[in-house]
């Protein structure tokens, strides 16, 4: 009987001091846990602060771009089409960046994945927008883009993010080309196992 006493104590004593020891872990985890949120939080607020200065400094001198471009197209109203197409054009592209310029200010405002908005996005469209915006470089370089994309093909998705991926993989694929040779760049999408699959393709040195 004592032998069985001093036994069951043991055990229940070891019971309790590991029961103690494992609260004191939970909490110090918890500790932990709370103290890299507040970093995370940290970073996030000085992210957005930096997304919101960088677009508000950006905005103002493609605005002014705008309006000299408005001031050349009204002071020589004589110019040669070539001339008019390349005024067009440069429109074109200031209206394209300061959509981008409003996109970063959208996802550094919805930074919370949780108050994302999902856009209806027609994946065609969207992307032969994107690449409008690449015009001159892909002139410059002679690169080619073709696209083999589903027509009418839509998703639920957020819009300023799905401008930011294709953005990067097509600036990606013109900035690691071979020297002195054209991009060749094929983008496609296709159905495979229920899963829509958006693939780019270029002969680059990536």
Request: proline share 2%; aromatic share 8%.
């Amino acid at each position: 009987v004592v032998i069985f006493y001093l036994i069951t104590t043991v055990v229940l004593m070891y019971g309790k001091l590991e029961h103690i020891k494992n609260i004191s872990l939970t909490a110090q985890q918890a500790r932990e846990l709370e103290e890299k949120n507040h970093l995370i939080n940290q970073r996030n607020k000085k992210l957005h602060e930096f997304a919101y200065m960088a677009s508000h400094d950006l905005k103002a001198p493609v605005k002014n771009i705008g309006l000299l471009i408005d001031y050349v197209e009204e002071d020589q109203p004589d110019l040669n089409e070539e001339a008019k197409s390349h005024i067009v054009r440069v429109k074109k592209l200031v209206d394209k960046a300061l959509k981008a310029i409003d996109d970063v200010r959208q996802v550094a405002d919805e930074f919370d994945l949780s108050n994302l908005t999902n856009d209806q996005i027609d994946i065609k469209l969207q992307i032969e927008e994107v690449i409008e915006s690449f015009g001159p470089e892909i002139e410059s370089t002679g690169s080619n883009i073709t696209m083999a994309l589903i027509e009418g093909l839509q998703i639920r998705f957020n819009l300023a993010y799905f401008n930011s991926i294709i953005k990067n993989l097509i600036s990606n694929a013109l900035k690691y080309k071979k020297t002195n040779a054209p991009v060749n760049l094929e983008i496609k999408s296709e159905f495979s196992d229920k899963f829509l699959t958006l693939s780019f393709k270029d002969d680059g040195i990536g």
